[in-house]
């Protein structure tokens, strides 16, 4: 038979999915599995996407415009002015295929194979994969949890520039770290990116996710860098709406924006149903995000006090998104959390969670780290809290007596 | 500013849609606008479809799995069981953000930067952007409005094959010339598929639209091809629903369809709803695709006829799908097009057309010839040939007295 090519071959499996089939197999023998491994929040999706789905009146489902619905799109560029500030024409942002396709627009529009793009680790996994797809290096520099993953010095990045650098790519509130990039930080990107002339690639599909009452501060405001700019949107977490597959691009690199086209134009359009959805979701009232958030919070308060009490785990309080790396007394990650579907249950009940390795472009890095999602309602986060807590006491591969001088906090 | 990446630049616009500002513009002037252009079916979407969207009951519209909604996995296998005698297992399908979706997975999943894939030429024109974001080379072999587009002989194949070729291309019924491929010429292109263990892709995503009492013959059952074949398939024209971005990638290559799955996970999921709705769609009657070929058989009648009556103009009879490429008395077809949106109106209507020039790899071919989608009702389509009829009398570039002695038909 012909061989599967070089590129199929390096793809990586996704880190968050490859544990699926154990999770299948866990739920066939009747084991509760709480779902702390992907970003799936259990939050409703409004009433106004469900409303919209109800009234279509076309008779005919078409494609729409590869740049998407103007109506939609007009609508998202005032929404992005009235609620963020961010003063951006419709022209200036087209709406993809979830913020996936949008990513894998900007590298294909920006990178050569080979060329390199430099990425604060641990970063969300399937960054790999849009990578791989476009035949580009992935340079990481490490962020620790000893900062709560606060951007690593400048000096970090500017070590490993090249000739063959071409973009830096973060995620602002972070998956998988939940940490939430100050302004001061990304101005310092900002001249890092001016002196080399880089495209920034921002990654901003939590922004909406922001908590202790600090605010989200956008690339898009800061003056200076319109032709480096690119971001990534998406309404997959904000309206709780992962299954429309609808996101969107943003910059005002005019030529980057046409070339972009190119690649939208190839696929032809964005899902119908969902940019419709999409559209609707925007007439949420104003507070809509303020019980949301509340909820989070709590969540999250709950989860890192929750771990904070399990010995020799560590956890930091992450300022956005709806996730965090924790540290546990364990040998090996991929082996743990393979193990909780396979081998535990805890009144009939496991986890399931991602190991961190996957977010790591650095091998040997995270094994002893997995990111947790708090998408679930406090009632089951509490069980798999218990879970996780009573599964650390008999993990066959539990290090706590050897990493106790050196665990922190 | 940082540079548009190589890729970027040599992304090619989508023939299709890069007259669209120009149609915009006319219709902006009060000109009405024929479209020809694209493969936008007129036909209702089924009511199921619509019927599905209203009676939705979950709250959270969720990712699905990264190869689609399992119950839609296992309903469309045994659709394609009954429905047309395809025997696969629905591990041996995945859901797809449309066809297109699918062959950019095909296409990286076996072929290597630089492989080379045969493609027939004319083809569909976005077969260039995949080729192009997946690093792979077309080679064209070129087919012939004499023999009404058939497969050119396996000779001219051969001839091509080096040791970069990898993959062979085809589209059955063929957009863009409605060729429909017999099962003999198949079974040819099986031994040559052996002879040189390449892939053969094929995108079927017209089965349905077969004419004059001729079947399809799916490469699916060619006995001896189970490791090399891999078919794209949407429910866009199937259904009339281009819109929902919902298709599917059938092999029974095991590690070929792991492999794609890896791309699948990067991004996640198809469209929720797109699937929902697809999955309603295969409720519809048994007799419904009669109705339907029958109104595109007395289209493509009223269009060929209407064709073979303006002097100087060729047109084959097409066996399926809903387009053909015609042969018109002009020196370009690409500035035609353009006039025709531009300058051009009779009874204040004009015609959008596809010049086929970005349907040919080889540089140069297809200037005089235009494709023509007979996707509009036949009142319609009366006005639009007489709108063509009318404009090759007064097109500045017309060439019919130097074309004439060379005319077919």
């Given amino acids: 038979m012909p061989n599967i090519s070089i590129k199929g071959q390096t793809m990586p499996p996704s880190p968050i999915r490859k544990l699926v089939p154990y999770a299948e197999a866990a739920k066939k023998q009747g084991k509760k599995v709480y779902h702390l491994n992907i970003g799936q929040p259990d939050i409703e999706t409004p009433k106004e996407v469900f409303d919209a789905m109800r009234n279509i009146d076309f008779k005919v489902l078409e494609y729409s415009h590869s740049a998407g619905i103007e109506s939609y799109r007009k609508k998202l560029a005032e929404n992005y002015k009235s609620k963020y500030r961010i003063d951006i024409d419709f022209s200036q942002l087209m709406i993809t ?107 901003e599909v939590y922004r909406d996710f922001c908590y202790d009452g600090r605010k989200h501060f956008s690339v898009l405001n800061i003056v200076g860098l319109e032709k480096n700019v690119v971001v990534i949107d998406s309404v997959s977490k904000r309206f709780s709406m992962c299954g ?8 005002r690199n005019a030529e980057l924006m046409n070339t972009m086209l190119k690649f939208a134009q190839a696929r032809l359009s964005p899902p119908t149903f969902g940019q419709v959805a999409s559209e609707a979701a925007l007439k949420v009232a104003d507070n809509y995000f303020e019980a949301i958030n509340a909820e989070y919070i709590s969540r999250r308060n709950l989860l890192v006090d929750g771990l904070s009490k399990i010995e020799g785990v560590t ?45 790591y472009s650095t091998a040997g890095k995270g094994k002893q780290e997995v990111r947790i999602a708090y998408v679930l309602n406090k009632s089951d986060l509490n069980n798999a809290i218990q879970c996780l807590s009573e599964a650390l006491k008999i993990y066959p591969g539990k290090t706590l007596s050897k990493s106790k001088a050196s665990a922190i906090g």
């Fill in 315 to 359: 956890c930091p309080n992450p300022g956005g998104a709806f996730y965090t790396i924790a540290k546990l007394p364990i040998d090996d990650s991929d082996k743990f959390c393979q193990w909780l579907l396979e081998s535990f249950s805890f009144n009939n009940e496991t986890i399931m969670l991602a190991p961190a390795t996957g977010f």
């Fill in 97 to 203: 295929t979830g913020g996936s396709e949008a990513l894998s627009f900007a590298m294909m529009s920006c990178m050569n194979p080979g060329d390199e793009i430099i990425i604060p680790e641990p970063f969300y996994a399937n960054y790999n994969g849009f990578a791989c797809a476009a035949d580009v290096k992935i340079v990481p520099v490490t962020a620790v949890i000893e900062t709560g993953f606060a951007l690593p010095a400048i000096s970090e990045f500017e070590k490993r520039i090249t000739p063959g650098t071409k973009a830096i790519l973060i995620c602002n509130p972070n998956n998988p770290t939940g940490y939430l990039y100050s302004e001061e930080e990304l101005i310092e990107l900002k001249n890092l990116v001016i002196k080399y002339d880089l495209f920034l690639f921002v990654d």
């Fill in 244 to 251: 429309a597959r609808v996101g969107c691009i943003i910059s």
